[in-house]
């Protein structure tokens, strides 16, 4: 007996979604959460701060680009161990917060001797860090030869909400900072590191 064909299509059409739904059955289901980004939220303790802001400086902060931590010798840029205990006595009348804060808002205006002045504000592009995210950092550099005293409610001069000065307007002649001007230290760092100039 003929089957007619409309039947054999049809058995195959059910066939084929019979079997691809029962492999597709038989694939792990994997759900897919969102990466967990460490929450900043008003709860935060200074101990997750902590664990945030090191998180921060060794990705979208950067700083581990330039920074080392505990390195000596001849370095491009200052090394961060110990600035935890460095920062209190950097600047007369700043407090370890209110130096670490003017590092990162305002680089230049204290420049560390031996250095140039080459490390971008980080609330700025292409960083752009949050006032939150700072705490962060600022709480996760304390330890680095000090006791983290900050949190989320910490305020300095450039917190939200205090007066604090407009950015100063680049000198005449200063170097005006873009990605490029970022980047072109790194781009000669690693150039004599491949020449073998720099020990590190
Ligand atoms: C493009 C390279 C570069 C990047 C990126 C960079 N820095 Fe810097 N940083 C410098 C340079 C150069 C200096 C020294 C000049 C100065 O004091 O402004 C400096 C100085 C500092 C100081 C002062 C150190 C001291 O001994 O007083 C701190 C603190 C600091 N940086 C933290 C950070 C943190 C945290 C980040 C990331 C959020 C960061 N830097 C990103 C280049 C960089």
Same mark, same amino acid.
């Given at each position: 007996m003929r089957i007619p064909h409309i039947f054999r299509i049809g058995a195959l059409v059910l066939g084929t979604t019979v079997f691809y739904g029962y492999v597709g059955q038989m694939v792990p289901q994997k759900e897919v959460q969102p990466p967990e980004d460490a929450a900043l939220g008003p709860e935060m303790t200074t101990a997750e701060m902590v664990k945030v802001g090191r998180q921060i400086m060794e990705g979208k902060g950067l700083c581990l680009t330039c920074h080392t931590i505990g390195k000596t010798g001849a370095l491009r840029f200052p090394d961060l161990g110990g600035i935890g205990a460095r920062a209190s006595s950097?600047?007369?009348? #700043?407090s370890d917060v209110e130096y670490l804060a003017q590092s990162l808002?305002? /680089?230049?205006?204290f420049v560390v001797p031996g @250095?140039? /002045?080459?490390?971008? /504000?980080?609330?700025?592009?292409? @960083?752009? #860090?949050?006032d939150q995210e700072i705490l962060s950092v600022i709480a996760s550099l304390q330890t680095l030869g000090g006791t983290p005293t900050v949190t989320l409610q910490t305020t300095h001069k450039?917190? /939200?909400?205090?007066?604090?000065?407009?950015?100063?307007?680049?000198?005449?002649?200063a170097t005006q900072l873009t990605p490029d001007t970022i980047l072109q230290p790194l781009v000669s760092h690693q150039a004599a590191r491949l020449d073998g100039a720099v020990a590190r």
């Open positions: 950097r600047v007369e009348g #700043l808002y305002e /680089p230049t205006a @250095f140039p /002045p080459a490390m971008p /504000p980080v609330n700025q592009p292409p @960083f752009s #860090l949050t450039y917190s /939200p909400g205090t007066a604090a000065p407009a950015p100063e307007a680049p000198a005449k002649g």
